[in-house]
C-alpha cells in the first residue's frame, strides 16, 4: 500500500487532517497527517520492499472518546481494517486486535467511559502466613 494510501486510511481512524498548505497527493513517498492542531505528525514513506519483511515495528493502540469499543471495531472494518484476534473479556475490560491494509497492529481499547463504569473485580484478602485458608 502507498504512503498516500495509508495517510488516508489513519487520517480518517485518526480523525487527522493534511496539512493544507502542502496536501499529500497518490504517488508521494512522504505523507504527514496530523491532528488539527497540529501538535503531532504521523509520517508514512516509501520503504523498500526487503524492509518490509521485518516484523512491525508499530503498532497502535486506540482508546474510543466517544462510543464503545466495539463501535470502533466496527468503524475500523468500514474502513478497511481486518480483525485478527478477540480478547475482550465478561467485565468488559481487554481488547480487539486487528491491522491496517500492510499488517500494522491495530488494538481496540474499551473507553476510559466503560472502563470507570465496571469496577475491576476484588481479590480475596490473603491469609496470613502459616495460615491456610479453608477450601
Given at each position: 500500500?502507498?504512503?498516500y494510501?495509508?495517510?488516508v ?24 497527517i496530523?491532528p ?6 504521523l509520517?508514512?514513506i516509501t ?8 516484523k ?18 466496527e ?7 481486518s480483525?485478527?484476534g478477540d480478547f ?23 473507553s476510559a ?5 465496571r469496577p ?8 496470613p502466613a ?6
Amino acid at each position: 500500500m502507498t504512503p498516500y494510501a495509508q495517510s488516508v486510511l489513519w487520517s480518517r481512524v485518526l480523525d487527522f487532517i493534511e496539512d493544507p498548505d502542502d496536501p499529500n497527493e497518490s504517488g508521494h513517498e512522504l505523507c504527514p497527517i496530523m491532528p488539527c492542531d497540529r501538535s503531532q505528525v504521523l509520517l508514512f514513506i516509501t520503504v523498500p520492499d526487503d524492509v518490509k519483511r521485518l516484523k512491525n515495528r508499530l503498532h497502535l493502540d486506540l482508546r474510543p472518546v466517544d462510543g464503545t469499543r466495539d463501535d470502533e471495531v466496527e468503524r475500523l472494518l468500514a474502513l478497511g481494517a481486518s480483525q485478527v484476534g478477540d480478547f475482550r473479556r465478561a467485565d468488559g475490560r481487554g481488547w480487539i486486535t486487528l491491522t491496517d491494509l500492510e499488517g500494522t497492529r491495530i488494538v481496540a481499547r474499551a473507553s476510559a467511559r466503560t472502563r470507570q463504569r465496571r469496577p475491576r473485580p476484588t481479590r480475596a484478602p490473603l491469609a496470613p502466613a502459616g495460615h491456610r485458608r479453608p477450601v
